[in-house]
């Protein structure tokens, strides 16, 4: 029993372990990105100041916007955030021949010029190499190691106490420092002394009735305890210069990290790319001290051992009390890294069947959407469809057909050509919209007392109430997934009917819809608003299972595949 209890432990043990080191990587991270999206000194404050934003509801989720990201083969995981973050917010069209354009021509650029690209990416390399340190460095077990009484000076803080200043002047300056350090040694040596020359002595010689020399005594026990003392310091000291040892690493990796901003930062001028996060951005008076204090030879090198430990302890404290300083480093290396990863996507893609284009935008008064061969970039081996429409799309298909599949593609491209000036297709043409929203996950709220279908009705209220106060001056773009099949299907497909004719008559709107109701694919019949898309019908292999083409065509289908994948799956054997 306790041998198997031994080879389990020693089985969970290194599980621990590397649980322990993934759950502090991912801290690092997390205080990273919340840096790099501060609302004072990050992206989201930069942007929120700068930028219009379209009107974006349930993207984010409908989406996956982060496997999105993680699509796009960023050299940082700062990269893959900015990719992510800047997905989730479509740019406004009065933003169209700004920040938009600028995005798409630094794109532009990295594809056109293979040096630049190159040279890019050997810094985007290096920074890679030292992004590691600087998640660990983020980190809340570094943080907690490293600064233990940072949790109680914040406390201190909060509560106003008068004893924070004295105590963040010992802790976190070098003057305070280093009085503390000889505070603690002359009470230790003190505390060594009095012990070895006057209280062991004292105490033996009450237990042993003065049998022996006490002057002697009183020499051996001062000298063997001040070795002891000394040895403690010795060994506190060696400990805390190992330490000092680990943060200086990882504040070289941020010196460095700074270093290859400024370069990226020249390459962009030299190259007429318009970054929107630079170096040169920071004026705040805090954050181009904390920079400075980073750019200390003290930082330099990677591998110098000689150094005031103190001095690199006391400047922990400084950095994390101003680490969102640092957003615009961290914004200026992700920024760069986001376009290198669209443009190596870019290039690679014009190899294969499902490419890569730039989008173009249209000035028309109605909204519309036209492309060609475009596709979803998170379905292995996608196949590409074509729309050229100014209409509403009613779109059915076969159970498992591909119609959320196409519905998703076609969200992606919007969302890509208003963030990042390209589209996952051969071309792509659309009016930039305001307004994009996307019910493609409804479900019920049961917290709220809401069923399915008491669900799909509020939804549909929104959307209904949305359209309806909509700007003069504004397009609106949404897509929607089999509303109201959360009650009787005939009721729900009157329901469906009546509120897609309803809102089709709408000025400055395109929707897509996907259902199996036969009576909504009439409606393209009657409402001259409307055309109906279908997705091909599969055809049975030489196995007897069905395959499907996922290709987009007009028209309405008649498909109908939901018995035949039930018996398959051996539902009614």
Known sequence: MFIKRLLLLSLLLPAMFLGAISEEYESGKTNIMKIMSHEETGISAYNKKNIHYAEAVNLYKDLNIPEIAKFFPCKTEMGRTFIAETLSVPVSPKDRDTILARRQQAIHILVENPSLKKDVEKLLDQAKQHEEAIIELMSDFFKGKSCPEIVGLNQLKEQKSPLYKPFKFLLTEDKGRSLLEGFYLFYMGSAAYGTGRYLIPAAYRCMTNGLYNWDVLKLYGSTA??????????????????????????????????????????RCKDNDIHNQFKMSNLQNAEGVELIQALKHRRYRSKNTVIFRSPAVKTFLYTLYEKQDHLAETFACIAEIDAYNAIATQFIESQQTTNKFCFATYSDNAQPMIQSNAFWNVLVKDAVPSSISEAKHIILSGPNAGGKTTAIRAILQNIVLAQTFGVAAAESFELTMFDVIHSYLNISDDLL???????????????????????ETDKKLFFALDELFTGTVAEDGETCAYEFVDKIATFDRVQFIYATHFQKLKELAKLNNHCINYKVDAPVKGDNGKLVYPYTLSQGASNSRVAITLAQQAGLFN
Do not use: P, W
């Open 448 to 470: 709220n007392g809401l069923s399915l279908f008491a669900s799909e009705v509020k939804r549909a209220q929104d959307l209904l109430g949305r359209i309806k106060n909509l």
């Open 225 to 266: 305890l001040g070795i002891m003392v000394t040895g403690l310091f010795a060994y506190g000291n060696g400990k805390e210069y190992k330490n000092a040892c680990d943060a200086r690493f990882k504040l070289h990796a941020l010196n460095q990290l700074i270093s290859i901003a400024e370069q990226i930062e020249q």
